[in-house]
Structures are given as C-alpha cells and as structure tokens.
C-alpha cells in the first residue's frame, strides 16, 4: 500500500463531516466542539479543526486524525479504517492486499464461516430437526426470528466442525486457534447447543454464545461464550445492536434485558428498540456506544435488580455519564423473555411506566425495610446514602437528599450530614480537577496572532517589527519555520495543532497587534523600572523610561 494511496484516501475525507456521523458537532468559529466521546463530560473540551483535518480533546488528551478517529471510536484496524474511507471517498485502493489481513479480520472470516455451518446444521440437517421444533414449540420462536438472529446449533459430532473449517474452507489450524473455536484436540467450544451469534454494530460476526439444551443431563455450564480474542470482548459488546440501532434513534432510548433469549424474545414481542449485556452490569464502554445512538436507558433486568449490587453500579455509571436512567418494574414476572411471551402489552406499559433510577432505588429499600421503626430508617439510610453519594451532578444529588429525608421523617440536614461522612463521596470529575497553568493574556494574544496569520495566509506575521512583539520562543520557532515554507517538525508541530483547536475565534489582527505593543511597552516600563531602581541617576534610562511612556500614552 502506497504512501500516496493513504494520502489521497485523507485528502477526500472531511473530518467534520466523518465525525458528525458520530456526535453532535456544533460551530466554535473556524472549529467545531463537542463532548468527547472518549470519557464522559458534560462542557465540550473535544474540538475538531476542518484547517488541519484533525481533532483533539483538552480534557483527556485524545487527538488525531480520520484514520486515528475510526481506529479509536470504532475499534477498527487501519487497514480496515483505510478500506472504509477508500470505499466512501471513491478511492480504488489498487495495491490493497486483502490476503494480507490483520488478526481482527482473520477471526471474522473464521467466524463467518463458522456462522454458515451452525445455521445449516439447525436448519437444514437431521441432526437440527429436534432442536429447530424445540424453538418454535418451547421457546415461542418463529422461523422468521430464528433466521434474523441467525441461530444455529452445533452438534455432537467430535469431529465435524472442524473437518469443515480445515478439510472444506482450507483454514489454517493456527488461524482457528485465535478464534477460541475450538478446544482440545479440535472439538468444537460449542458442541451440543443452541448457537447465538454476537455482531458488532458494523455487523461482523465477532464471537458466539452457546446454550446448553434442556434435556441435557451433563453438569455443564447453561451458557458459554467466545474466550476474549482481538474481534470480541465481552465488555463491549451489546447483542442485538446491529439489528436495532435505527429503532434505538427513532425512539431516542434503549431498552437493556439481561441475555440473548430476553433481547429476542423482546423484539419478537415489538420492542424493536432493544439490546442485551452480558451479565447484569453495564460497562463504561457499552454506555460510550449507547450513547453514539440515545441517550436515555430503559433497564428490564430481573426481578432481584434492586439487590444486585453489580447492576446497580452499571446503572449509576451510566446517570454519571449524562444518562437519563429508568427501571421498569416487571411485576409477576422472572424476566423479559416471561413477560415478552405471556403479556407483551403488559410489558410494553412496564416499559412506558418506568421510573428514575433513584426513585426506583430509594422506594426499593423503603418497601424492603420499612419506615416504621427507628432500625429500618438506619438500614434504608446505610443502603441509599452510598449511592447518592457517587452522584456527580450536585443540583440532581440536592434532590435526593430532600427526597430521602422526607421519605424518612429526618431533617435535611442529617441526610446532608450522613452523606458528607460516607468514603464513597467522589469529586464530580477527577480531570476537569487537574488544575491547568493559566496563560497571560500575552501569551494568548500571541498565539492568535499566529493562528490568525497562518489561517489567513498573511505574510504580516513574517514582518520583524511584529516578530518584535511576540515573547515567546516557541511561537518565533513555528514563525521561522513557514516563513522558510518548511514543514513542522514534530517537536513544533504538536504545540502548533494545539493552539489552532483552542483558537477558534477570528479576532481583527490590527486589534491584537495594537494590545500586543501596548503590553510589550508596559513590560518594557516594568523592565526599565527595575534597572531604575538600582541606579536611580542613569541619565539614558530615565530617558528611554519617558520615551516609552509617551508612546505608550499615544496608542
């Protein structure tokens, strides 16, 4: 792959446009902000430069370019970043090599091949018919949903899957090693269940989940999934995304169900807007990809979610990232998959009826303690105070410190006063409290100047008399350098980058050259009147001092 294939790939990509396919990017005069999608935020610090086609966020220090943004945000590899853009910038990548592949890619070939053989057994072998009649009859599947979610089944046999992926698809042994396919002596991981496919929201096979049938008598583990490769990781991963995305932005929410037969049974029931985790918590990486979609959460968990400590930090996590959260309450029913079957109606309602996370939380450990007694006030308060600790957004924790009190009969103050004790009180955002050294004004206008005069190619900047004004050697550097029409090296040219994504705004250049000579006469008087002092008599100082403050006097 030529240098110049990757060149003229990034030349016909916009980078304001690519990335406003992924956050909202507002106008911050010649640049664009917006919250970072790399850590959570709430002020945008994550500037984008159409100038130099490239981003950074001045929060936590993530920058780079198209190929870096896909690479970061999309988990992609170059090659596959480079692919992506080619296709959509009409670039004909003619030395593209698709032989030559990444790991990643390897897995998802495998995969796919994988996927084909588990549909054909469930489907179309004698082996499947038992299994395929067991969906339908027990499971209230229909063929319809089976073949959209690509279900499969992998038999008993020891040997057939992987005579399939060596003797007929030519897959090198080590190649299916990687994928965690197989184990052993090449006995397929899956042998004997059901087979869940799990994509990612780009639609690649990236792993599967096997269950474990019913009238299967072994001591075996009811599910198991793909081991962590380069392609899946079960923390990133939310099941059904690929299928529901457009349904998750049209109803500007998500529903979160435990599971893939709870995902899927759920849409089969018309709650298209719905995705699975694995386990009952949600990680900071599945919130980051909701929140590319809605951001609003609807949690359908089980029925003990209220005591289980793991979803209730997952939930958290996510109001702390600007999440509206909600919990709905499936009253008479285990889980998603019973109440999606037996009542859909009813459950599409428990959806509509959802409550906030805290007051779901709060009357949760009122219902299980009581009020009554002076002992469940002290379990309610041990329970809930933790937790309105963590929250972030002091405005939202003030209210449920006066929801809490009054639920107990308890001053303000004592709630105020328990939260404030409790060690799990947290700053609300560790990095905007990495105190940052302030710039003087002179060094801002400085860097405007620069910015400005590169931005509008005026060969101002180059003239000595305004050289003269500028303190800083670093920006003479960066100066020196385009005067000679040289590139930036790399020492200049990250510090250079930095100052065009912090100075959006255009400013009148004359306006900034007339404060940058009135601050450089005030420092040149200051200078002076230190010399001043030590020799109060000197003659051409005290003159030097006077023409300076005349000319200071006249501006």
Known sequence: MGVNQIEEVKSKTDIVSLLGQYLELKKAGRNYKANCPFHGEKTPSFMVSPELQMYKCFGCGKSG?????????EGMEFSEALKY??????????????????EREKIIEINKSALNFYEYVLNSHPQGKRILEYLIKDRGLNLETIKLFKIGYSPESFNAFSDFLTKKKKFNLNDLKLTGLLVGRGIDRFRGRVIFPLFDHRDNCIG?????????????????????TSAYHKSKVLYGLNLTKSFIRDEKFAVIVEGEIDMISSYAAGVKNVIAIKGSALTEDQIRLIGRFCKKIVLCLDSDFAGDEAAKRGAILAFNMDFEVRVAHLVGFKDPDEIARSDPEKYKKAIDGAIGI??????????????ETGEGKKKISSEIIPLIATIQDEIVKSHYIEVLSRKLSVPV??????IEKNPSKQKTDEISDVQKQEKTRRQLLEEKLLVNAISLKSKLIFKNEIKDLISSEFILKVINNFEKNKNLPEELKEGYEEMVLTNSESEDTDKIILELTKLKLKQDLENLGEKIKLDENNKELLAEFGG??????TL
């Open 65 to 73: 370019d198209v190929f870096t943004f896909l690479e970061e945000h």
């Open 85 to 102: 853009l080619a296709d959509k910038a009409g670039v004909k990548l003619v030395s593209f090599k698709p032989e030559v592949t990444s």
């Open 208 to 228: 599967f989940a096997g269950r474990i049938l019913p009238w299967v008598k072994q001591d075996m583990a009811k599910y198991i999934n793909s081991p962590d």
């Open 413 to 418: 103050e004592a709630v105020f006063s328990q």
């Open 548 to 553: 300076i403050s005349k000319k200071l006097s």
């Open 358 to 371: 805290w007051d779901f939380l709060i009357n949760n450990a009122v219902l299980k303690y009581g009020i």
